[in-house]
């Protein structure tokens, strides 16, 4: 079995480890709310996590829905939440050109 890391969580080991956070990056305080919910829920019971969120949520099914913060303040919230809750962070790039700023 192939396994790999994303940040300091292991994948295709043979545990569960959860991938979980909002569909769509909304503030500062809810993804950190939400992100120490998580982490602790899942500390608890002893499970690996990452938080998974999008700065832009482009499939939405009303041109009207909010899409989120944008690139640069929706990044700028994910990397809070890798620095403060600890926890390894991944998201959603919609065109090659996002690439570098997501990474």
């Known amino acids: 079995m192939n396994s790999f890391q994303v940040g300091d969580v292991t994948f295709g080991d ?3 480890t959860v991938i979980a956070g909002p569909c769509v990056v909304e503030s500062i305080d809810h993804a950190m709310m939400l992100a120490r919910a998580l982490s602790a829920s899942c500390r608890r019971v ?4 990452v938080y998974k969120s999008t700065y832009d949520k482009a499939n939405r099914s009303s041109a009207r829905s909010f899409r989120g ?10 990397d809070c939440v890798r620095k403060e809750i600890g926890v390894p962070v991944l998201t959603d790039v919609h065109d090659i050109s996002q690439i ?4």
């Not at 570098?100 to 990474?103: H, R, S």
């Open 14 to 16: 043979g545990r569960l």
């Open 46 to 49: 002893g499970l690996e996590f």
């Open 69 to 78: 913060p944008g690139m640069r303040a929706g990044l700028d919230i994910l």
């Open 100 to 103: 570098e700023a997501a990474g």
